[in-house]
């Protein structure tokens, strides 16, 4: 069983930096899709980016690209969310989630992540 754990969030000002982390112990980064959500109160829930199985391809959302990047380090089952220049807007609680991929979606969507973390909150002032 996968159990992911984020940390890293906090409050920033506008245009500063932040990364999350998410060590998820029984993550296997040859089978497993770990992906980044974010959600904020009575707002529907936000996949920002995806790290697939094997190899380093990534997902970003068009909503962060150029701003947020995915990256892993499969010695320590950890994959990262490098945020830069944040804005108000990416305030939200972020949670790191993982799973297998599916026959239909593959890492697409939410229903391949079974395992979620409790979340870390990101708060961005202007």
């Known amino acids: 069983q996968v159990q992911p754990v984020e940390s890293g969030g906090g409050s920033v000002q506008t245009g500063g930096s932040l990364r999350l982390s998410c060590e998820a112990s029984?993550?296997?980064?040859?089978?497993?899709?770990m992906a980044w959500f974010r959600q904020t109160p009575g707002k529907r829930r936000e996949k920002v980016a995806t790290?697939?199985?094997?190899?380093?391809?990534?997902y970003v959302a068009e909503s962060v690209r150029g701003r947020f990047t995915i990256s892993r380090d499969s010695d320590k089952n950890t994959v990262y969310l490098q945020m830069n220049n944040l804005n108000p807007n990416d305030t939200a609680m972020y949670y790191c989630?993982?799973?297998?991929?599916?026959?239909?979606?593959?890492?697409?969507?939410?229903?391949?992540?079974?395992?979620w973390g409790q979340g870390t909150q990101v708060t961005v002032s202007s």
């Open positions: 989630a993982a799973g297998e991929p599916t026959s239909q979606l593959g890492c697409g969507g939410t229903s391949p992540y079974k395992y």
């Open positions: 790290m697939y199985p094997g190899g380093n391809n990534t």
């Open positions: 029984g993550y296997s980064s040859h089978t497993d899709c």
